[in-house]
């Protein structure tokens, strides 16, 4: 994808296991594939990354994303939820590093970490926000004292 396509990036209440991964794959490659806008295909790709985060990206340069066809996304993602027995839109975890390993946790616990000293402003931290691929690459995994989360640290 482009630096200028646009990028939703959805994250997971649980780690999935790696048959889960593949199933969604599997529905995320019919949705992709079926997408389009005002009927014209969008150029799509579908990723999912770390066993807990689902990434749609989208080129708009061969057709823009419509109210209609970002709607559809989200419905597809709903489905994905109920499917998966997920939550996919619960903005208040926040997914982090832990050494090597992703940890997830709700902002209030979050919170607790940082206070107790157990995450500080170098823990790299998951920007979920990301707009367009070129912020999903420089800005998607960033220190915690760069992230909207960073109000943790007061």
């Known amino acids: 994808m ?7 990036v959805y994250q997971s209440n649980r780690l999935l296991s790696d048959a889960e991964v593949k ?8 949705f992709i594939s079926d997408w389009a806008a005002h009927g014209s295909s969008l150029k799509a790709s579908f990723d999912v990354l770390h066993q807990l985060f689902i990434v749609i990206a989208v ?4 057709a823009m994303a419509s109210g209609c ?3 559809k996304s989200v419905h597809f993602v709903k489905e994905l939820e109920q499917k998966m027995n997920l ?10 590093r832990s050494k090597s390993e992703i940890k997830t946790c709700k902002l209030s616990e979050f919170e607790k970490l940082a206070s107790d000293k157990i995450v500080d402003g170098s823990t790299i931290v998951f920007n979920n926000m990301v707009a367009s691929k070129a912020a999903f690459d420089l800005e ?5 004292i760069k992230s909207w989360q960073s109000r943790v640290l007061a």
């Open 2 to 8: 482009p630096a200028e396509a646009r990028v939703w």
């Open 23 to 30: 199933e969604i794959e599997r529905f995320g490659s019919h």
């Open 59 to 62: 080129d708009e340069k061969q």
């Open 69 to 71: 066809s970002i709607d």
């Open 87 to 96: 939550n996919l839109f619960d903005r208040m975890q926040v997914a982090y």
């Open 140 to 144: 998607w995994e960033v220190p915690l």
